[in-house]
């Protein structure tokens, strides 16, 4: 009698266990198994476990992981050096030497200065006449209120005027005052020699034109502003300026230089 109970009870129990397995292995072959075991064909975590808890590898994505179709996964990309800084843009300036300071020689004392001198021995301007003929009116006041500034050599009309040195014709100018004149310079170009108040210039007389020491020039006359009754030349020198102005320059009185010890007649 209990062999019988006992046969029942072990038949009744495997029948429970029998179905408590069979329960098990439905619910696993739903579910799958309660644990994974690593294999050579799972991905491993740094150190080897596989995180129970990651996603399907279908799911993962980001840097390493599977993009999900399947592929191989990418490379991290290679990391960006930072651009080194930018080199300085400032000018570099390099330092020059001052320029030499010339100091400029001193002027001599205006006392010092020695100025051309016309030359001595000039030809009396009016032929024929010698020196006792000349008067010295180089500073006399005119009615106008300005210094004669020339000597007035007396002769009658027509009397042949003739260049006082070599030089050159540089202007005939018939004027208000003067008259028929003629401007002169000496050879240097330093003088101009001014015969005024002409009654006509010599045959073929030229601007330009070379001419020696005692050529005839002209004839005295009364033209411009002399009186018909007192015919005469006017007759003055002055020192030209760096300009070369034929009609300005410095007066001079001209009476030394043709009453001198070596003035004289032409």
């Known amino acids: 009698m209990r062999t019988a109970a006992f046969a029942l009870v072990s038949l009744l129990a495997g029948a429970v266990l029998g179905a408590g397995g069979t329960l098990y292995w439905v619910n696993q072959a739903r579910t799958g198994p309660a644990c994974r ?59 020059q030497p001052d320029p030499p300071t010339v100091t400029p020689a001193p002027s001599p004392p205006l006392a010092s200065v020695r100025l051309p001198e016309p030359q001595h021995g000039l030809a009396i301007p009016v032929l024929g006449l010698d020196r006792e003929a000349l008067r010295d009116n180089f500073a006399e006041m005119r009615e106008s209120g300005h210094a004669h500034e020339a000597i007035d050599i007396m002769a ?46 010599a045959p073929d007389l030229e601007e330009g034109q070379q001419v020696r020491r005692g050529e005839v020039i002209g004839y005295v006359g009364s033209t411009g502003n002399a009186s018909a009754a007192a015919p005469h030349l006017h007759f003055s020198i002055f020192r030209l300026g760096p300009e070369k102005r034929w009609w300005q320059g410095e007066a001079i009185n001209p009476y030394p230089y043709l009453a001198g010890p070596q003035g004289g007649a032409s």
């Open 156 to 201: 009658p009309t027509g009397t042949p005027v003739v260049a006082v040195q070599d030089g050159t014709i540089v202007k005939l100018f018939d004027s208000e005052r003067g008259g028929l004149t003629i401007y002169q310079f000496d050879p240097s170009g330093s003088f101009a020699y001014y015969y005024a108040h002409l009654d006509r210039y």
């Open 37 to 95: 075991c690593p294999s050579a064909a799972d991905p491993v975590g740094p150190v080897g476990v596989v995180d129970e808890h990651a996603p399907a590898t279908g799911d993962r994505t980001g840097p390493g992981l599977d993009s999900g179709d399947g592929a191989a996964p990418s490379p991290p990309p290679a990391m960006r050096q930072p651009a080194p800084p930018p080199l300085p843009t400032t000018a570099i300036v390099v330092p």
